[in-house]
């Protein structure tokens, strides 16, 4: 008997509030894996430059990251 009957034979020993619960988490894994699928097949060099132009990154990324630190202090 593999998973999916055996996670069958077991729904079908619960009260239906629960059997729904089960098929909502069962639904949820299968967006996660849907979305983690998606987002791996995008290379990150898609973004590579997305934040030269912006107002907020136009210094020194040195001091950028002097300024964020001391926000820490």
Do not use: C, H
């Amino acid at each position: 008997m593999n998973t999916a009957d055996t996670l069958y034979e077991l729904v079908k020993t619960l009260p239906e509030e629960q059997a729904n619960l089960v098929l909502i988490f069962a639904e949820f894994l299968r967006q996660r894996l849907q979305s983690n699928a998606s987002e791996q097949s995008e290379p990150l060099s898609n973004y590579f430059g997305a934040l030269k132009d912006s107002p907020n990154f136009n210094e020194d990324p040195v001091e950028i990251q002097r300024a964020m630190r001391r926000e820490w202090d």
